[in-house]
């Protein structure tokens, strides 16, 4: 499997931007996706993750409400639309591939990786 993110770019606060992240290889259905971001200094967190079906979405609690993680399978497509972004949104996100059975919260819990793509957001 090969993901590829892009979209980021520099935003100010308050403005939104949408990732996406292509995936190529295994049947896309067939595993979960998440996105993480690390931003400089600090270890890898996890943003928010869909399941195989798009079903169940989980979001980490400093994004609730402000973002929407969503899957097009037919388009082999995730995307991560990021509302009311503030400075410490800044990051580099990537996306990721889990065939994890259950909430796939951790960074472990994820086979496949893209490269990532940076957002920054200016105060």
């Known amino acids: 499997v090969q993901l590829q993110a892009f979209g980021g770019g520099l935003v100010q606060a308050g403005g939104s931007l949408r990732l996406s992240c292509a995936a190529s290889?295994?049947?896309?259905?067939?595993?979960?996706m998440g996105w993480f971001r690390q931003a400089p200094g600090k270890v890898r967190e996890f943003v928010a993750a869909?399941?195989?079906?798009?079903?169940?979405?989980y979001y980490v609690d400093s994004v609730k409400g402000r973002s929407t993680i969503s899957r097009d399978n037919a388009k082999n497509t995730v995307y991560l639309q990021m509302n009311s972004l503030k400075p410490e949104d800044t990051a580099v996100y990537y996306c990721?591939?889990?065939?994890?059975?259950?909430?796939?919260?951790?960074?472990?819990?994820?086979?496949?990786w893209g490269q990532g793509t940076l957002v920054t957001v200016s105060s």
């Open positions: 869909i399941s195989w079906n798009g079903g169940s979405t």
């Open positions: 990721a591939g889990s065939h994890y059975s259950g909430r796939p919260f951790r960074a472990y819990e994820y086979d496949y």
């Open positions: 290889g295994r049947p896309f259905s067939s595993y979960g």
